[in-house]
């Protein structure tokens, strides 16, 4: 490496890294600000990661391309200093440039989430490893692509189009070796760096290593000077009909991969909506339940659509299914068709199915940007708020549930819904929201409550910058006149008076749980209940939800879980009653465990 050859790429381009440099300290900054919305712990490392595929390039292109085509390398070549010596100090400034940006985000991002998160630096370490890897592996690349000169955009063209045939032959992009380096694994980093990544990493960087050398040193570098003249006509025609047969390639084969709609032959299908709605009939539920139920939900799918502009309309089916709790709701995963598949127990409340069915639709719409947790509270409860509207039996067991669920409804809790339904359970986390979109379509009015849910629940933007242009729903509220804490405090009288209103209906002896560790056991003591349940699972990268836990039923005061703890390791325990005047489990105890 020469140093004075490094100081002379400073002075000539040194205002442009500078540009690029503070381009990426905004987009850092715009990552950070949304990073409590996305769950990972590094997810803003990660997505600044794959931003430096524009600085990569910059730096690429003065480095190597605008090096050849201005011929200053010819002034190079004539200095004491050998050719390949030339091409490492550039390499390894490039290099050190693309690192030491994310080297800094690193140190910015983990400063930032330890306001209020633990993480330790072999968290940490774990996570700047893998996409320093990335940043290696990209800037390798770049700098090949560099050297070819006028044919440089094509490379990356090439790259682009090839994860786009990637994703039309259903394997996901970031199975790749390099892009494996940027999955949730890494935005948790709680987990090794997957070994056979890094390695396939290495080797790609080896390659283009040898190719760069190739393309700058063979005939004393007469290639990489022949690539950096300028395109012919011809050679522009041919590019751009090779772009066009590229992108004509990638449409007609999405066209042709397209996922066709779930059908289910059995079902029984609404004849009274204009999409298709089906219901399976079983021994206990006969063809008169299924086809009602079958034309109340193809009425809440037209109605929320048309209400709130949603163009699709996806094939829906209701699975009545042995084994599922009364009040639990499950959408099934599907392969090789798309729709909305809904699993519940023969004696499920409908309209609980039926605000699942709405809370899927919604997610889907918006690309799964509904359950930001800025947001979710809104669309768990606009669910059930759609589907009750209009019958007052059904909203006074809703407001029943809300007033019983022992959460207070307030601007944290309703921010942080991930954490409220823990400790409430989903049934009566969903008529928490439930209460809180009532109040809102009260201020507003049915129209109004429309408007709103259609604004807040649109198709994302795709981009780095996409969250800039997003509307968040405090500036929503905001703009119709009310906010989260006008909005809570509302919903809070209303269920104080709703409890004064009821206050006969709960007598007895209120439930109570207690957890304790005694060495590496966990033990639960409920009084107040004959049977309850205990939900339980480690804590990996991801907390999982509840119908994912070990399930276990017990009848008496206390039970020791079936799990030995390590130590240091984390447990997740819920402890649930069901309650016969509610009509749902509530919950008694949520705790994130750790073993001293």
Known sequence: MSLALVRKEVREHGWVFAAVVLVNGLILAVQLSTAGDSGGRFSALTRFTAALCLSALVASNRLFAREYGGKTQLFLEALPISRARVLATKWLLGAAFQCGQLLAAWAVTLQYMRRTEVITLDDAGRALLATEAFTLGLWSFSAMAGLLGRYRYIAWMVLGFFFALLDEFSVKPAESPLLRLLTETTAMARTPVPGAALGQVLIMVALCVLITAALGLTGSGAMAAALARRMTGRERAFVIAATLVAVFVVVKLKKDHELPPFDLASATRSTTGRGVVGVMKTEEVSEAQARALGEAVSGDVDSLADGLHLEQRPSIFLLPQRGLEPATTQRASLSGTKGIVVRSAPDTEPSMVRARVLHELLKDATGSRGLKEDRHALLDGLAVWWTVRGEPEMRERWWRRAAHAGVPLSRASVTRWGETTERTGDCLGNALAFALVDSLAQKLGPEGMSALAAQLFVAPR????????????????????????????????????????????????????????????????????????????????????QSSLPRLDVRGEGVTLPVTLARGERLLVLVDRDDALLGCPVRLEAQRLESP
């Open 462 to 545: 795709d981009g780095v910058l996409a969250p800039l242009f997003e509307e968040k729903p405090e500036a929503l509220l905001r703009a119709a006149g009310t906010d989260w804490d006008a909005l809570t405090a509302d919903a809070e009288r209303r269920r104080a008076a709703f409890r004064e209103g009821h206050a006969g209906e709960w007598t007895g002896e209120p439930a109570a749980a207690r957890l304790e560790i005694l060495g590496d056991v966990v033990k639960v003591h409920v009084s107040g209940v004959e049977r309850w349940r205990v939900f339980y699972g480690r804590l990996g990268p991801w907390a999982r939800a």
